[in-house]
């Protein structure tokens, strides 16, 4: 039987060492968005539901052709630390605390590339923020993320998480995100059209933090039950 009712509350960071710590510290219980990697998760004393997303990422450039050994804006996180060293030297990495001083840089010629997730690429492309720089390229990198918790954790809270993200599943997840583009797409006025992807990403961000906040809710749900078994 649990003890207490579990109360759900969001604290965010983009990045993912900050957010270790936290849950080394007790101020967090799990972190969402964890890539699904287990050799990082082991290092890290964690354990993750099944991936609910996965991220697709892309390059985003100057609109000049891009030389042979180009210079790569990176910022924390996982394309970094895991991704990006397979096929490029230490040397054409240059570090940046943020992507949007990644992006900075690109367009001012101090780099020539960073990458991005699609959602992100897509929406600082044509929001007019950086009409100098162009999307290049496919998906180079894709990795996918779920929810992970301690080890030292309540076990049952992973349990119950993982049980909901494989109820859901990540066609679903697809699918919910893939209508709320099409569906904006439908409400823009010629007028509009150029920010018609930034809207996309609003909703879709907006729907994915919606999914996040109901696997809480429904865990919160089942731990009250527990209460009052």
């Given at each position: 039987?649990?003890?207490?009712?579990?109360?759900v509350?969001?604290?965010?960071?983009?990045?993912?060492?900050t957010?270790?710590?936290w849950?080394?510290?007790?101020?967090?219980?799990?972190i969402?968005?964890?890539?699904?990697?287990?050799g990082e998760l082991?290092?890290?004393?964690?354990?993750?539901?099944?991936?609910?997303?996965?991220i697709?990422?892309?390059?985003?450039?100057?609109?000049?052709?891009l030389?042979?050994?180009?210079?790569?804006?990176?910022y924390?996180?996982?394309?970094?630390?895991?991704?990006?060293?397979?096929?490029?030297d230490?040397?054409?990495?240059?570090?940046?605390?943020?992507?949007?001083?990644?992006l900075?840089?690109v367009?001012?010629?101090?780099?020539d590339?960073?990458?991005?997730?699609?959602?992100?690429?897509?929406?600082?492309?044509q929001n007019g923020d950086?009409?100098e720089?162009?999307?290049?390229g496919?998906i180079?990198?894709t990795?996918e993320?779920?929810?992970?918790?301690?080890?030292?954790?309540?076990a049952?809270?992973?349990?119950?998480?993982?049980k909901?993200?494989?109820h859901?599943?990540t066609?679903?997840?697809?699918?919910?995100?893939d209508?709320?583009?099409?569906?904006?797409?439908q409400?823009?006025?010629?007028?509009?059209?150029?920010?018609?992807?930034?809207?996309?990403?609003?909703?879709?961000?907006?729907?994915?933090?919606?999914?996040?906040?109901?696997?809480?809710?429904?865990?919160?749900?089942?731990?009250h039950?527990?209460v009052?078994?």
């Open positions: 039987m649990f003890r207490q009712f579990l109360e509350g969001e604290i965010t960071t983009e990045d993912y060492a957010a270790v710590t849950i080394e510290e007790g101020k967090a219980d799990l969402l968005n964890a890539p699904n990697d287990v082991d290092l890290h004393g964690l354990e993750a539901t099944a991936p609910y997303l996965t697709y990422c892309m390059a985003v450039t100057r609109n000049e052709a030389r042979q050994n180009p210079t790569v804006a990176v924390p996180g996982y394309v970094t630390r895991h991704l990006l060293p397979q096929q490029y230490a040397s054409q990495l240059k570090a940046y605390e943020t992507r949007q001083a990644c900075k840089a367009r001012d010629g101090k780099a590339i960073v990458f991005l997730p699609k959602a992100t690429a897509v929406y600082e492309v950086y009409p720089l162009v999307l290049h496919g180079p990198y990795y993320v779920g929810a992970a918790v301690s080890h030292a954790g309540d049952a809270l992973l349990r119950i998480l993982d909901e993200v494989r859901l599943g066609s679903e997840v697809q699918a919910l995100l209508e709320a583009g099409r569906a904006s797409a409400h823009h006025t010629a007028k509009s059209l150029l920010y018609t992807y930034a809207d996309d990403i609003a909703l879709g961000l907006f729907l994915a933090s919606f999914v996040a906040s109901l696997i809480l809710w429904r865990v919160s749900r089942q731990r039950r527990h009052e078994e």
